[in-house]
C-alpha cells in the first residue's frame, strides 16, 4: 500500500513538473492561441476525433492571426514565410512526423509514409519521373485520359441525371491505374467487375480509425490481434495490386510498376506494392473529389455565367489546345483555392537545435504545420473575398507571384504531391469533355449534402452523392 503512494506521488510531481515547464518555461507559452492549449492536447484531440480541426484551426487564425499555439507541443502557422521555411528550406523543408506511419500499406512504408528527408529522396528518384509533365503530356497517355473522359460521359449521359460522385472517382481510378499497371489497369466505367475496387477507396471512412491509430496505437494492435482486419489494406484493390506485384505480368515500360520491379536494387514485392497502392488511393481521393465538388459548384445557377465563359473559350479551341487555355486554368486554380482535395494540416517536426519561424522561435521536436484550407483564405490582400468563387483573380497579373506562392492545394518544396501534373491533366480533360458540349445542373432530385467533411488528410462531399443533369449544347 505504501509503495501504491509512492508511485501516485511520482506521478503527481511529474506532472506538475510538466505543468510549470508548460506555463513558465516553455517557448510556446507567450505564441498567441487559447490559454488552455499550453496545458493540454485535450481539446485538439476532440476536434480531431470529431472533425472539426480544420474549421476550428481555421476560426483560430482568424482570431489570433498566422500564428496560433494549439497544443503544448504544436503550432499551426499561416503565411508564406512559414511555408517556406517549414516545406521548402533545404529543398524538401523539415522532416515528416509519425503521423505519415498511418500511410504505409501492407505493414510498408512507402514515398509517401517515409519521414526523413534523405530516405524520401532516395526512394523518390525511382520512379518521379514517370510524373514529369513531360510524362503525363505524351500523346498515348493523353489519348488514355480523353478516352476515359468520354467513356464518363456516356455514363452520365444515359439517363436523365447521373451520380457524378462516383463516376469521377472511377474515372480518376481508372486513368491512374492505367499509368501505374497498363495494361492491366482498372476499366470501371465500362467493366462492372471493377466497380467494387472503386466502392471500397471511395465510401470508406478513416477519420476515427488514424486517429486512433495516431494516438492509441497498442490499443489498435491489440484490436487486430483480436479481430479480422477489414481495412482497405487487405480488401480486393490489395489484392489487385499484390497479384500485379507477384506474378510474372508483363506491364507496359512506360508504367511505374514496369520502373519499380526493373529497379537495379531488386526492391521487395510488398514495398512495390504499398507504393502502387498509396499511389492508386492518392489519385482517387484527390482529383475524383475535387472535379465532384467544382462541377457541383458550376452546376448552381449562380456560376451559369462561369460556366458559360469556360464553354466559350473551349468551343474556340481544339482537343489538343486543353494545356494553354487561360480560363480553364483559372477555373481549376480557383476550385483548388476553393475546393482542395488536401484542406488539413500537414505536419512537420521541427529540427534539432530549435528554428525561428515567421520570427519566433520554436524549439525542437515541436510539431509544425500549414493547413491549405487557412492559406487560401485568411491574407486577404492576396485573396480579397476568399469565400468567393472566383476564377477571374488567376486571370489578373497583378498580385500573381503571391497568390501563386499561397496555393498550397499539392504541398510545396521537395515533397509536394508528384502526382500535381497527373491530376491537372485529368481535371482540364474531363472538363473539357463536360463543358465543351453540355452545359450541367442540379438535378431536381439532388438533395445530399456537398459540405465538405474532413478525413485524416483529405475532406469530401458529406452526402457522397451528387445528381448533376447533362444538356447537350445544340449546334
Same mark, same amino acid.
Given at each position: 500500500?505504501?509503495?501504491?503512494?509512492?508511485?501516485?506521488?511520482?506521478?503527481?510531481?511529474?506532472?506538475?513538473?510538466?505543468?510549470?515547464?508548460?506555463?513558465?518555461?516553455?517557448?510556446?507559452?507567450?505564441?498567441?492561441?487559447?490559454?488552455?492549449?499550453?496545458?493540454?492536447?485535450?481539446?485538439?484531440?476532440?476536434?480531431?476525433?470529431?472533425?472539426?480541426?480544420?474549421?476550428?484551426?481555421?476560426?483560430?487564425?482568424?482570431?489570433?492571426?498566422?500564428?496560433?499555439?494549439?497544443? #503544448?507541443?504544436? /503550432?499551426?502557422?499561416?503565411?508564406? &514565410?512559414? =511555408? *517556406?521555411?517549414? $516545406?521548402?528550406?533545404?529543398?524538401?523543408?523539415?522532416?515528416?512526423?509519425?503521423?505519415?506511419?498511418?500511410?504505409?500499406?501492407?505493414?510498408?512504408?512507402?514515398?509517401?509514409?517515409?519521414?526523413?528527408?534523405?530516405?524520401?529522396?532516395?526512394?523518390?528518384?525511382?520512379?518521379?519521373?514517370?510524373?514529369?509533365?513531360?510524362?503525363?503530356?505524351?500523346?498515348?497517355?493523353?489519348?488514355?485520359?480523353?478516352?476515359?473522359?468520354?467513356?464518363?460521359?456516356?455514363?452520365?449521359?444515359?439517363?436523365?441525371?447521373?451520380?457524378?460522385?462516383?463516376?469521377?472517382?472511377?474515372?480518376?481510378?481508372?486513368?491512374?491505374?492505367?499509368?501505374?499497371?497498363?495494361?492491366?489497369?482498372?476499366?470501371?466505367?465500362?467493366?462492372?467487375?471493377?466497380? #467494387?475496387?472503386? /466502392?471500397?477507396?471511395?465510401?470508406? &471512412?478513416? =477519420? *476515427?480509425?488514424? $486517429?486512433?491509430?495516431?494516438?492509441?496505437?497498442?490499443?489498435?494492435?491489440?484490436?487486430?490481434?483480436?479481430?479480422?482486419?477489414?481495412?482497405?489494406?487487405?480488401?480486393?484493390?490489395?489484392?489487385?495490386?499484390?497479384?500485379?506485384?507477384?506474378?510474372?505480368?508483363?506491364?507496359?515500360?512506360?508504367?511505374?510498376?514496369?520502373?519499380?520491379?526493373?529497379?537495379?536494387?531488386?526492391?521487395?514485392?510488398?514495398?512495390?506494392?504499398?507504393?502502387?497502392?498509396?499511389?492508386?488511393?492518392?489519385?482517387?481521393?484527390?482529383?475524383?473529389?475535387?472535379?465532384?465538388?467544382?462541377?457541383?459548384?458550376?452546376?448552381?445557377?449562380?456560376?451559369?455565367?462561369?460556366?458559360?465563359?469556360?464553354?466559350?473559350?473551349?468551343?474556340?479551341?481544339?482537343?489538343?489546345?486543353?494545356?494553354?487555355?487561360?480560363?480553364? &486554368?483559372?477555373?481549376?486554380?480557383?476550385?483548388?483555392?476553393?475546393?482542395?482535395?488536401?484542406?488539413?494540416?500537414?505536419?512537420?517536426?521541427?529540427?534539432?537545435?530549435?528554428?525561428?519561424?515567421?520570427?519566433?522561435?520554436?524549439?525542437?521536436?515541436?510539431?509544425?504545420?500549414?493547413?491549405?484550407?487557412?492559406?487560401?483564405?485568411?491574407?486577404?490582400?492576396?485573396?480579397?473575398?476568399?469565400?468567393?468563387?472566383?476564377?477571374?483573380?488567376?486571370?489578373?497579373?497583378?498580385?500573381?507571384?503571391?497568390?501563386?506562392?499561397?496555393?498550397?492545394?499539392?504541398?510545396?518544396?521537395?515533397?509536394?504531391?508528384?502526382?500535381?501534373?497527373?491530376?491537372?491533366?485529368?481535371?482540364?480533360?474531363?472538363?473539357?469533355?463536360?463543358?465543351?458540349?453540355?452545359?450541367?445542373?442540379?438535378?431536381?432530385?439532388?438533395?445530399?449534402?456537398?459540405?465538405?467533411?474532413?478525413?485524416?488528410?483529405?475532406?469530401?462531399?458529406?452526402?457522397?452523392?451528387?445528381?448533376?443533369?447533362?444538356?447537350?449544347?445544340?449546334?
Amino acid at each position: 500500500m505504501f509503495g501504491a503512494y509512492i508511485i501516485i506521488g511520482l506521478a503527481a510531481c511529474a506532472l506538475l513538473k510538466t505543468l510549470y515547464y508548460r506555463i513558465f518555461c516553455s517557448p510556446l507559452t507567450s505564441l498567441p492561441g487559447p490559454k488552455f492549449t499550453i496545458l493540454s492536447s485535450s481539446w485538439l484531440i476532440y476536434k480531431e476525433f470529431t472533425g472539426q480541426r480544420r474549421k476550428w484551426l481555421h476560426q483560430l487564425h482568424l482570431q489570433y492571426g498566422p500564428i496560433v499555439r494549439i497544443s #503544448p507541443d504544436e /503550432v499551426s502557422f499561416a503565411s508564406w &514565410d512559414a =511555408l *517556406k521555411e517549414i $516545406y521548402i528550406t533545404g529543398g524538401t523543408g523539415y522532416d515528416k512526423t509519425s503521423f505519415y506511419d498511418l500511410f504505409s500499406n501492407l505493414g510498408t512504408r512507402n514515398m509517401f509514409s517515409t519521414l526523413d528527408r534523405s530516405t524520401h529522396a532516395d526512394l523518390k528518384k525511382r520512379f518521379v519521373d514517370k510524373y514529369n509533365k513531360s510524362s503525363i503530356m505524351q500523346p498515348n497517355l493523353v489519348s488514355v485520359f480523353r478516352d476515359r473522359a468520354e467513356e464518363f460521359m456516356a455514363k452520365c449521359t444515359e439517363n436523365d441525371s447521373a451520380d457524378i460522385y462516383i463516376y469521377l472517382h472511377c474515372y480518376s481510378m481508372d486513368c491512374g491505374s492505367h499509368l501505374l499497371f497498363y495494361p492491366y489497369g482498372i476499366h470501371s466505367l465500362t467493366d462492372p467487375s471493377d466497380m #467494387p475496387k472503386v /466502392v471500397e477507396l471511395t465510401f470508406h &471512412d478513416t =477519420l *476515427k480509425s488514424h $486517429y486512433l491509430q495516431y494516438y492509441f496505437p497498442e490499443l489498435m494492435a491489440l484490436k487486430a490481434r483480436i479481430f479480422k482486419r477489414t481495412d482497405r489494406q487487405y480488401g480486393p484493390v490489395a489484392l489487385h495490386v499484390l497479384n500485379l506485384v507477384r506474378t510474372g505480368t508483363e506491364t507496359d515500360s512506360s508504367t511505374v510498376l514496369h520502373k519499380l520491379k526493373t529497379h537495379k536494387d531488386s526492391l521487395d514485392e510488398l514495398y512495390i506494392a504499398s507504393e502502387c497502392m498509396d499511389h492508386l488511393v492518392a489519385a482517387i481521393d484527390t482529383t475524383g473529389d475535387t472535379l465532384c465538388i467544382l462541377i457541383h459548384h458550376l452546376s448552381l445557377p449562380t456560376s451559369y455565367p462561369i460556366q458559360q465563359k469556360l464553354h466559350e473559350e473551349l468551343v474556340k479551341s481544339s482537343p489538343g489546345d486543353f494545356d494553354d487555355l487561360p480560363y480553364l &486554368d483559372a477555373v481549376i486554380k480557383e476550385a483548388l483555392r476553393c475546393f482542395g482535395p488536401s484542406p488539413m494540416s500537414l505536419p512537420r517536426r521541427v529540427p534539432s537545435g530549435g528554428r525561428t519561424i515567421s520570427g519566433v522561435f520554436i524549439p525542437e521536436n515541436t510539431i509544425v504545420s500549414c493547413q491549405s484550407y487557412t492559406l487560401h483564405r485568411l491574407d486577404t490582400e492576396v485573396f480579397p473575398n476568399p469565400d468567393e468563387f472566383l476564377p477571374e483573380r488567376w486571370l489578373q497579373s497583378e498580385g500573381s507571384t503571391a497568390r501563386n506562392q499561397l496555393l498550397f492545394a499539392f504541398g510545396a518544396g521537395g515533397r509536394m504531391c508528384i502526382g500535381k501534373h497527373l491530376a491537372m491533366a485529368e481535371m482540364k480533360i474531363l472538363l473539357q469533355e463536360v463543358y465543351t458540349s453540355y452545359r450541367t445542373k442540379i438535378a431536381k432530385n439532388m438533395t445530399a449534402s456537398m459540405e465538405l467533411v474532413d478525413q485524416a488528410i483529405v475532406a469530401r462531399p458529406a452526402g457522397q452523392k451528387c445528381l448533376i443533369t447533362f444538356e447537350k449544347y445544340s449546334n
